[in-house]
């Protein structure tokens, strides 16, 4: 009951790859078996030099304690671009939990390995007794990849067991690719190196092989012999079928669940190592065989315990002569056999056992053991090419599913119509379950995106969550009972996100294409979305900025039309100074000078006096004509200090005020811009009006000081108090010269404090300026 709640990790690459989709095939059926849940995290080869498969491998950084309770890696294939070194690196943030490597032995961890270096050395053997071969070329796989090291040393031990020299220049390097094999051949033709047989240290490099040398005009096995190694299921039907050595993989991956569920319930540290078998084809230079061994006469150790009960109810059919029923089980046999593994054709070697033992151990005649075990081979054959015609069928739904997915995908930049059509996309291919996953910020936060069910718990779209959770934690943890696969969503080296989905696709090949096709389409809504968010912020400032402005024209409205009313009231005070002061002395200046002239023709009075009183008054007159135009004129056509200005301004106001007014200005007060030293001049002659016309004060003071700061500048201050009644609040209000006063001091980049109450008014200017 406690196995119904374990979840286990497998660590995975390219899908697209047989040899991994077998192991992992497998291992998801041996997982459904035991109902443990499982969570596949398909990255790609560690420490690969392409962008996007280094990002992808994300994928194993998401597994952790949170989510799964043990891990299966297939650490042979990770290992492509990494020494044993770098792997246990890479893999000790996991060592708290139970761990178990696929073909390579790994530091804390059990393992699953094979031994073929006999089989390797077997094939050798063949090729140089059997076909007499003399001029072997090798392609050998990554530097540093441990089984391509072996595979290698045993190949050139066996050809020094006969007496034959590898020429360095014939040994090649690979990746375990087709790519590599169609390289090296062209390499060999391209430098003229002769050769009369190519050793392919695993089975895709020896399929480009055999593409590349067909291309180039040269007859397998007539000019070249090639063989392999791993037994993919492809390498049956290259042209020529591919002589290889042949690895347990489907009995591997039932293994590694087996001995990592011994692990988990409190099981030791275990390390199996099982044969490899030589299977001799055609490419080598043998003839066609049927797919059997006669003679054969005990059962393979890849015989799963369902074929071995399969085996010996068809041998007790067989003694019996029972034809219907033995065609019967054996039907029914296939078929559990098509639905685990695929492998139907180890039925013919299974079948060579059964005749073995049914003649030794049955009285049936010859003839009747003939036809039962022809029929077998017959159904066996017939159920083989119906499984490859239903695979081929499917394999092609598949792809005309895959086409109808690009179509709906390709083009879709809204986010909201991407989640519609993938939707849609999935259930093309059977999928109705799956949840799509984003990155924020970093790779430590997600959230969830999409699901392709409908879900209850709504709020599990909206909160952000930790990656280690997977899926928001508001789901349970029932989903890890079931069996996963877990696509990074990667574009070039950025990170987008993850897709998990069930496991089930009929190629597994599908999952990788289906991730990349989700990934360049949700970095093309997610840019679209990043445009248009960009865009509301764009028209945002925009109209924030357009508010601005028509608030900074109703300013300047405002203050054009204050300044036409400055204007106006200017004019009329110096019209009214004028008229009720200057004209009426100019009048009594001419009223005395017409009883002079008066008195000159009668000649009477004194004449001197009346005299003397008209020069007086034309003085005052002048005087008072110079305070009004002094009060108009800018400073810059004075050359006196400012605090000398400040006393002649001081000096014309005292006389037509009764007030004491101090002047404590610092001589050496100097602003360096004339213009804001004139707008501070003109703010100190408004408060001086201001405190002489509205606060009844009797003492005024003007003062100044300086402060340095730290940062290299100057805070010079002004100040006009004085000790009368305060401003009416009517001026504080909407007061002209106040409103030009705070105009000025804006002009002036300076700021205006003004402090009134009923024990008098303070105004201060404050203005920094920095050192030169």
Known sequence: MQSRHRCIGIFTANLDDEYQSALWHAMEQEAKKRNIGTISFIGSRLG????????????????????IDGLIIIASSLATFFTTVDLNKFFS????????SIGMRMQGMSDITVEGDEGIASLVQHLIEVHHRRRFAILKGPETHEESIRRLSACIQELKAHGIEVDPALIMPGTFTDVAGREAVRYLLDNHLTFDCLVCLNDWMAQGALEELAASGLRVPDDV??????GLDPSRYTLPPLTTVVQPLYEMGVLAIDVLDRI??????????LPCTAVIRESCGCNPHVSYTPGLHELPSYATPAERLAVQDLLRLMRLGDYHQMIFRLNRALDATASESGSMHRWNEYLSVIEYKTSVESDLSSKTQAML???ARALIGDKIGRFQAAKRVAVECSFDSLRKVSAMLSGTFELEQLMINLKQSLHLFGIHEGYLVKFLNSSDQVQLLMTVQDLPQEQAFGEPFAARWILPPVLGTQWKQRRWVLLPLVYMDEPLGYFLVPFGMVMPALYDVLQEQVSSTLKGSLLLSQIRKHEK?????????????????????????EVME??????????QDLHDDLCQYLLGISLLASSARQRLGNSEGSVADELESISRHLNEAISKIKTISRGLMPLDLEHSSFQKRLEALVADSLRYAQVEIDVNVDPLFHIKDPTRELNLFRIVQEALTNAIKHSHASHIEISSSRIDGEEGETTLCLTVSDDGTGLPKKLQKRGLGLRIMRNRAA??????????????????VLLKEKHA
């Open 93 to 100: 943030p996991w060592s708290s939990l139970p761990r178990v």
């Open 264 to 273: 988990m319930a409190g099981g030791e540290e275990e390390h199996i190592t």
């Open 747 to 764: 002009m002036a980049d300076a700021e205006l404090t003004i402090q009134s109450s009923e024990e008098g008014t303070t105004v201060n």
């Open 48 to 67: 690969s030099p392409i962008a996007s498969e280094a990002s992808s491998n994300l994928a194993y950084h998401l597994a952790s304690e949170q989510n």
């Open 373 to 375: 075990t022809g029929a």
């Open 566 to 575: 400055i204007s106006t009231k200017t004019m009329e005070r110096i019209g």
């Open 537 to 561: 912020n764009l028209e945002e400032q925009v109209r924030v900025r357009t508010q601005d402005l028509l608030s900074e024209i109703r300013r300047r409205t405002e203050l054009e039309q």
């Open 225 to 230: 012999s090639v063989i392999g190694f791993d």
